[in-house]
């Protein structure tokens, strides 16, 4: 958990990627040695994952430069292969799962509040947000961030104890993707939105708000509307 949460405040992903899997990668295998792993892992919804993470780093290793061709690119993919393996191990159980969704949320939700701070010295009004650590990459940041955002709207949604805070934090993180300007994770996070509020008993309170609010926004603020359109469809 401790290196999860460092991967949103060390200050570059390339340096938390080697501490994370100096320290989880052994512990991972030996883990795995020890029978950790589930018997069931021909399941698909593990298999394919593996397969195509080993697709993946084969096809970037082969279709380089023969006299530039890199195994890092394979010790790349192994990295990752040890890193799922053990990950959705961890997560068949409860206390896990649960305690990696508050990391996700607490630590997502700071780099986001950081990042959102700083913006305007940083990247300037009007520019794309870029974040800390593995968050600094404005697509892949996004991306993060917007998986972080909707673990705290679903607990928000389903009753949790902190449910104002969950909101709170999903807002603030739903904020940190907007402003990256990335077209790819901000129309998942909106899926992502829509499908957890349809799914939520509160779906008839909050939806009129949700669309008829921004389509009123858009409708009569011109401004708005030429920036929305250039984010998602730029000349």
């Known amino acids: 958990m ?19 899997y100096v320290i989880s990668g052994p512990a991972i295998l030996v883990a795995l040695w020890r029978g950790g792993f589930r018997e069931n892992w021909l399941d698909p ?3 394919l994952p593996i397969g195509l993470i080993l697709w993946s780093a084969a096809t970037v290793f082969w279709c380089t430069d023969p006299a530039r061709r890199n195994f890092l690119y394979l010790v790349q993919g192994l990295c990752c292969l040890v890193y799922f393996a053990g990950l959705v191990t961890a997560l068949d159980h409860a206390r896990f799962a649960r305690a990696m969704g508050t990391v996700l949320i607490l630590f997502g939700t700071l780099n986001a509040a950081i990042s959102e701070v700083l913006y305007p010295w940083r990247n300037g009004i009007g520019g794309r947000l870029g974040g800390l650590g593995e968050t600094r990459q404005a697509i892949l940041g996004a991306s993060v961030i917007a998986v972080a955002a909707l673990f705290a709207l679903f607990r928000a949604l ?4 902190r449910r104002w805070w969950c909101l709170a934090a999903a807002i603030v993180m739903a904020g940190f993707v907007a402003l990256t300007q990335s077209r790819g994770p901000l ?3 909106s899926a992502g939105i829509l499908v957890l509020i349809l799914a939520s008993r509160w779906r008839w309170r909050i939806l009129p708000p949700l669309i008829g609010l921004p389509a009123l926004a858009l409708m009569f603020d011109r401004s708005l ?3 929305l359109i250039g984010v998602f469809f730029p000349v």
């Open 158 to 161: 389903n009753g949790d104890g």
């Open 2 to 20: 401790l290196l999860l949460a460092a991967g949103f405040l060390m200050p570059t992903g390339a340096a938390w990627s080697d501490v994370f």
């Open 225 to 227: 509307r030429d920036r």
């Open 187 to 189: 129309a998942g996070l």
């Open 45 to 47: 919804t593990r298999a």
